[in-house]
């Protein structure tokens, strides 16, 4: 019994020291376990700052390249070189972004994120591309008038390329675009002005004349074609109101989102057989046995023939892009620019900084009784005179920063240099058989208060040069003064050959009533355009309402598109960065912030979460 009592004695502590064994290789295990865990956990935290590091700087570079268009990748690095920044989780959590560029012209941002003073290390490298804005010139349409937009005279409008030779040598196309861009206003067209391009319309198109629109034709409230014959819109029709023809043919279709009401003798062609005919989304009436479409395929898969415009298959809201409006209800307003999309270059809000850089000289100038005048970019002076009355006097020009310039890359004033330089006046009036001559470069005169051409004066711009007016108070051309450009177009520097710039904003503000050509671009957004000469316009025109009778024409100039005018002026899209990838590396230690001479830091002081 005794024997027995011992050997179980014994297999109970082999048992106890093997249990013991698995205990001990458990807490072991366990330790380990523990540890791995923890340094995962500092890893993942290492990395996470890592990654916090690399959103932080890129959030602060896309609001420095938004804020400086201009910005290139070597500004980026050498003005925002490091950032740098803690975790939420106590001191130990760190995080250092260094910028820099690589071979490929990418921006590089190598972000340290470190845990425990630097115990856990992971290192993160993101590369971005820096897209440029999108510098769009204002200058896209023929006409342009904010509040609305009166044609009843008898010129064409249409477009050209002065970049490609001049109107009379060059193949003309369909881009003499006519718009509204401000609330409920609407685009008349009387008379026999044939339109070479789209009618874009914030309110109602009314089509009165008879001539055509060689384009489409698109209107947030309505369209209204009166009695007549022919064709009346050589494209499609869009509305996202009410749709009234009441004579002539629609070469394209129709798409309105209201009442639809055609009367005898108008036809829709629908050239391309489009399912549609019309589309309309409220009322129809359509009296006339030609009101139908030649063939339909309902959804059953039918065919019926000569279907008119009644049935219910046409009995439905297109899908119609409305015109694009600047009001409050859009996500891009700016209470501080209310009129941003009729002056996208802020002129009545900046025009008194531009007049105060010539206020030394500013008085009264005039050439006329057959005095001959001359600019250049540095001096203007009289050169000749043949009644013994000198009434001009001698100028030296001053310099300048006009905005309006700031875009430009080219030389455009003297001395090699980028440098505006401006004439200073109160009034001008050129007049009586004077004379006037800009030669050598870019001329600007800043002029607070009217321009006056009149009395059989001659305004002649000589090749390479150009002629750019500020003015604040009223432009009248009058119908016996004459201005010659040599060569129209863009000049090497990037300036249209002659630039109207008004802020003026009282009533009939800017008036051309010659009978000659003039090649320029007119930019008066708070007052009335009239062209009411015979003369025809080459450029553009931009007004707060657009009134054009008689024999005037408009020929737009498609290279005004590329003009680079007015710090961000016209610029639809801003500067981005585009992420292109990133990786991880094996981490070093990157420069602490003060070893960075010549570098601006980035310290986030708000801690956030890893």
């Known amino acids: 019994m005794k024997q027995q009592s011992g050997f179980t004695l014994i297999k109970v502590m082999l048992m106890s020291?093997?249990?013991?064994?698995?205990?001990?290789?458990?807490?072991?295990?366990?330790?380990?376990?523990?540890?791995?865990?923890?340094?995962?956990?500092?890893?993942?935290?290492?990395?996470?700052?890592?990654?916090?590091?690399?959103?932080?700087?890129?959030?602060?570079?896309?609001?420095?390249?938004?804020?400086?268009?201009?910005?290139?990748?070597?500004?980026?690095?050498?003005?925002?070189?490091?950032?740098?920044?803690?975790?939420?989780?106590?001191?130990?959590?760190?995080?250092?972004?260094?910028?820099?560029?690589?071979?490929?012209?990418?921006?590089?941002?190598?972000?340290?994120?470190?845990?425990?003073?630097?115990?856990?290390?992971?290192?993160?490298?993101?590369?971005?591309?820096?897209?440029?804005?999108?510098?769009?010139?204002?200058?896209?349409?023929?006409?342009?008038?904010?509040?609305?937009?009166?044609?009843?005279?008898?010129?064409?409008?249409?477009?050209?390329?002065?970049?490609?030779?001049?109107?009379?040598?060059?193949?003309?196309?369909?881009?003499?675009?006519?718009?509204?861009?401000?609330?409920?206003?609407?685009?008349?067209?009387?008379?026999?002005?044939?339109?070479?391009?789209?009618?874009?319309?914030?309110?109602?198109?009314?089509?009165?004349?008879?001539?055509?629109?060689?384009?489409?034709?698109?209107?947030?409230?309505?369209?209204?074609?009166?009695?007549?014959?022919?064709?009346?819109?050589?494209?499609?029709?869009?509305s996202n109101g009410f749709y009234i023809h009441r004579g002539g043919e629609i070469d394209g279709v129709v798409r309105a989102n209201g009442n639809a009401k055609m009367e005898w003798g108008s036809k829709i062609n629908n050239p391309k057989n489009d399912p549609y005919d019309i589309m309309y989304g409220g009322t129809g009436s359509f009296p006339s046995s030609e009101h139908v479409q030649d063939s339909v395929e309902f959804s059953d898969g039918t065919v019926a023939y000569n279907v008119s415009y009644s049935n219910a298959y046409f009995k439905k809201n297109p899908e119609v892009e409305p015109v694009e409006v600047y009001d409050p209800s859009s996500p891009d307003y700016d209470p501080a620019r209310p009129n941003k999309e009729c002056d996208p270059f802020d002129l009545p809000k900046n025009m008194p900084e531009v007049m105060a850089q010539g206020e030394a000289q500013k008085r009264d100038f005039e050439v006329g009784a057959t005095q001959i005048y001359q600019f250049t970019p540095s001096t203007g002076r009289l050169l000749f005179t043949d009644n013994g009355r000198q009434k001009a006097f001698d100028l030296n020009s001053q310099a300048a920063q006009i905005y309006l310039f700031d875009n430009l890359s080219q030389q455009h004033g003297i001395s090699?240099?980028?440098?505006?330089?401006?004439?200073?006046?109160?009034?001008?009036?050129?007049?009586?058989?004077?004379?006037?001559?800009?030669?050598?470069?870019?001329?600007?005169?800043?002029?607070?208060g009217n321009f006056i051409l009149d009395g059989d004066a001659k305004l002649t711009i000589k090749n390479g040069s150009s002629l750019t007016v500020f003015t604040t108070g009223k432009v009248i051309l009058g119908a016996s003064g004459q201005v010659i450009t040599e060569k129209e177009g863009i000049t090497t520097s990037g300036i249209p050959s002659l630039n109207f710039f008004s802020s003026y904003s009282g009533s009939d503000g800017f008036e051309v009533k010659g009978a000659s050509d003039m090649y320029a671009t007119i930019y008066a957004p708070l007052t009335q355009v009239r062209l009411s000469g015979s003369g025809q316009l080459y450029g553009t025109v931009r007004g707060s309402i657009i009134n054009s009778s008689g024999g005037s024409g408009v020929h737009f100039d498609s290279a005004l598109k590329d003009v680079n005018f007015g710090s961000g002026g016209g610029s639809n899209e801003k500067p981005q960065l585009i992420f292109k990838g990133w990786f991880f590396e094996p981490a070093k230690p990157l420069p602490d912030l003060e070893e960075d001479e010549g570098e601006t830091s980035n310290t986030d002081n708000n801690n956030t979460d890893d």
């Open 17 to 238: 020291t093997m249990a013991s064994v698995v205990v001990f290789g458990a807490l072991k295990e366990t330790v380990i376990q523990e540890r791995l865990t923890g340094n995962f956990q500092k890893d993942m935290n290492a990395r996470l700052l890592a990654e916090k590091g690399i959103f932080t700087a890129a959030k602060k570079l896309q609001k420095a390249v938004s804020d400086n268009s201009s910005f290139t990748v070597d500004d980026l690095v050498n003005q925002h070189g490091l950032h740098a920044g803690n975790g939420d989780i106590g001191d130990d959590t760190v995080y250092k972004a260094r910028l820099s560029k690589n071979a490929d012209g990418l921006l590089e941002i190598t972000s340290l994120g470190q845990r425990y003073y630097g115990d856990a290390n992971q290192q993160l490298v993101a590369r971005f591309e820096l897209k440029p804005g999108d510098v769009k010139s204002p200058f896209q349409h023929a006409v342009t008038g904010c509040k609305g937009v009166n044609l009843s005279g008898s010129g064409v409008v249409d477009s050209y390329d002065s970049s490609k030779g001049p109107y009379s040598e060059t193949n003309r196309d369909s881009s003499g675009h006519v718009n509204t861009v401000i609330g409920d206003s609407s685009v008349t067209i009387d008379g026999h002005s044939p339109i070479k391009g789209d009618v874009k319309a914030s309110g109602i198109v009314y089509l009165k004349g008879s001539s055509p629109v060689i384009g489409n034709v698109h209107s947030n409230t309505g369209v209204d074609i009166s009695w007549g014959s022919g064709v009346r819109v050589k494209g499609n029709v869009f």
């Open 416 to 448: 090699g240099t980028t440098e505006e330089r401006v004439f200073s006046m109160k009034n001008f009036k050129l007049y009586s058989d004077g004379k006037m001559t800009i030669a050598g470069g870019d001329v600007i005169f800043l002029v607070d």
